[in-house]
């Protein structure tokens, strides 16, 4: 039997309906809304296999702070009333026949990164459900994204479009333009128009530092800035080898009856 393997990014979701929702206080009304939203993504998707992953509410910012000390150092605080209710939104999900893996030192991220490629080099279907584009530098031709809010597949012709590079220089332009929502500073001066041009004669930013033929306006910038730039793209970079400590058959997906 072929598998699909759907990975919902649950704290993505859940914060996306969650502040679309009138009454922040009203957490029956989120467990709904997203439980109405999970039957209709298993209803499109037909998976075989599920799983929710979390990051853990009590975590600190992981192995990339340790890095990068500036990395989601001005993150908002998940509401008080969300983080209360969470354990409710997870039996609610467990009633649908959803599973919840919950992180532990690592970022819910990685988790999903190592579990997606491990599947997926086995020649299997894999769909990770979010709006993070993070997860397109694991595209493959049985890795795919869904964002669900926008309606719409986040692959390789969208990232060309949107970024101008293609999915596996995303951790590498994400080195260079850095990324300002996680506090994550890349190489000053250099921007997306920059990124793109560097990124397409190039196929790295060490193949371009290391290049005779880098632009001469790039040069002083990668000569002062070269460290940061290998710690940003380390950073923007996604784990796929981390212990899981379960197999697919943990996470079988059973319709409730």
Known sequence: ????????????LIRRVHSAQPDPQDI????????RTLRRIISEAQPT?????????????????EILPTYKQNRKPMPEPLLHGLDDIQQAWWQLGIDSLLSEGDEADDLVATLAVKVAQHNEKVTIISTDKGYCQLLSPTL???DYFQNRWLDAPFIAAEF??????????????????????????????AAKEILTQFESIEQAYQSPDLAEKYRKKFDQHIEMARICKQVASLKTDIELGFNLQDIR???PS
Do not use: C
């Open 144 to 146: 795919q994204i869904r």
């Open 28 to 35: 029956p009304r989120t467990i709904e809304t997203t439980s």
């Open 253 to 255: 997906f059973q319709a």
């Open 1 to 12: 039997m072929s598998i699909h393997l759907v990975i919902i990014d649950a704290l993505n």
């Open 164 to 193: 101008g590079v293609k999915p596996e220089q995303l951790a590498d332009y994400w080195g260079l333009t850095g990324i300002s929502s996680s506090q994550v500073p890349g190489i000053a001066g250099v921007g997306p128009k």
């Open 49 to 65: 296999h599920i799983i929710a992953v979390f990051d853990h509410h009590l975590q600190d910012r992981g192995w990339r702070a």
